[in-house]
């Protein structure tokens, strides 16, 4: 059994309440709900893998929208003793498979992203999408010794404007998300 994890039922509308093979999670927006509601899955149940979905702002012009698989998560709202900006005093600088060449890095924070400078100083880290959950979720997947792959939809360019044209825009890569999933694993 694989567990399909979204932070909203919006990203996740396209997919039918049941999906052969999968359990649902919905966690709740940002870090701490990520990774609280995950972990409480993980320890109630033992899957095979987690799937998350769900939709990002993209931060490098030169990645097509759509939907792309996410191989790490770096922290772009913290810092460590030295105020070195992505660095977490106590967690690692990424999660997920840090040593992959090539995919897509995606920065974590628990603010939506909807400015250029912003936008700017989070590519600056190294990252290509922005979102509120992937580092959590790669976190306790990690901790807990599940496989895990997360599938993010680009919902918008993490600029003025973003957060209006999510709510416009949602539908459409919950769709994307639910062709990404069935393609994937034939559900």
Request: charged share 25%; net charge negative.
């Amino acid at each position: 059994m694989r567990l399909l994890v979204a932070a909203l039922p919006a990203e996740i509308q396209a997919f039918p309440d049941a999906l052969d093979g999968f359990e649902i999670l919905v966690t709740g927006l940002g870090k701490l709900q990520a990774a609280v509601g995950l972990d409480e899955a993980l320890l109630a149940a033992e899957y095979d893998e987690v799937v998350v979905v769900g939709t990002a702002g993209g931060l490098d012009p030169a990645l097509d929208g759509g939907v792309h698989e996410v191989v790490a998560a770096l922290q772009h709202d913290v810092a460590d003793l030295d105020g070195v900006v992505g660095r977490h005093v106590a967690l690692p600088e990424r999660t997920g498979r840090v040593d992959a060449d090539g995919g897509v890095v995606i920065a974590t924070g628990d603010r939506f992203i909807d400015d250029a400078e912003a936008v700017a100083h989070i590519r600056s880290l190294g990252a290509s999408l922005v979102d509120m959950e992937t580092y959590a979720y790669f976190w306790v997947a990690e901790r807990r010794g599940v496989p895990i792959r997360v599938f993010k939809a680009v919902s918008d360019s993490a600029q003025d404007g973003a957060t209006q044209l999510w709510d416009e825009v949602v539908a459409t890569c919950s769709e994307w998300l639910r062709e990404r999933v069935r393609a994937e694993y034939g559900v």
